[in-house]
Nanobody, 127 residues
Framework: QVQLVESGGGLVQAGDSLRLSCAAS????????MAWFRQAPGKEREFVAA????????WYADSVKGRFTISRDAIKMTVYLQMNSLKPEDTAVYYC????????????????????WGQGSQVTVSS
């Protein structure tokens, strides 16, 4: 069973940057997808970003496009989310997701496509 461990969350001011990390351990996979979702209080979980197994397919939510960058280290089975120009509306619990199945290009934003989820990492952005 793959396990995900997240790190890098914290409290920052608007305009600051943070980098989240999510390391997968356990069984290795030749192909997999990793993604980030977030959930603010009282809101549904929403898609943030995803990267395909080869790192060539990258998807972002419109709300973070141009500010966030997702990257993947295939050897370490680790995904990163570099968050720049953070805004108060970015405040949420961020969840790393791992997909061991092949995910279609139109399905990366669907949380149901992912098999394993991280414990969540709180990101709080003050104004």
């Amino acid at each position: 069973q793959v396990q995900l461990v997240e790190s890098g969350g914290g409290l920052v001011q608007a305009g600051d940057s943070l980098r989240l990390s999510c390391a997968a351990s356990g069984r290795t996979f030749s192909r997999y997808a990793m993604a980030w979702f977030r959930q603010a209080p009282g809101k549904e979980r929403e898609f943030v970003a995803a990267v395909s197994w080869g790192g060539n397919g990258i998807w972002y939510a419109d709300s973070v496009k141009g500010r966030f960058t997702i990257s993947r280290d295939a050897i370490k089975m680790t995904v990163y989310l570099q968050m720049n120009s953070l805004k108060p509306e970015d405040t949420a619990v961020y969840y790393c997701a791992f997909g061991s199945r092949i995910i279609g290009a139109n399905d990366y934003a669907n949380g149901r496509e992912y098999d394993i989820w991280g414990q969540g990492s709180q990101v709080t952005v003050s104004s």
